[in-house]
């Protein structure tokens, strides 16, 4: 029985092309702490700390969701030449 043809996996992802990525999670976790930091001196401090894990929680998703989406577009397969 044939084995099929042989394929290379590889994968050409570069610091590059996830950089602004990066950027912009440091963006929103400086802002998060901001804004946590403007709400501490309020009469409420637990809604600073409920301000920022709510940022932090509900921009994890996309943030994974753009990784995830960048790596698989530069993940490649590619058939092995056989002579």
């Excluded at 929103?28 to 702490?33: P, T, Y």
């Excluded at 946590?36 to 998703?61: D, H, K, Y």
């Amino acid at each position: 029985m044939d084995a099929g043809t042989p394929y290379a996996v590889r994968c050409d992802l570069t610091f590059g092309d996830i950089y602004l990525q990066v950027l912009a999670w440091i963006a929103v976790i400086c802002v998060s702490l901001a804004a946590g930091l403007a709400l501490m001196g309020s009469s409420r401090p637990i809604f600073a700390l409920v301000g920022v894990g709510l940022i932090l929680v509900l921009s994890l998703p996309f943030l994974l969701f753009a990784f995830v989406t960048t790596l698989m577009n530069h993940i490649h397969i590619d058939p092995i030449q056989t002579d």
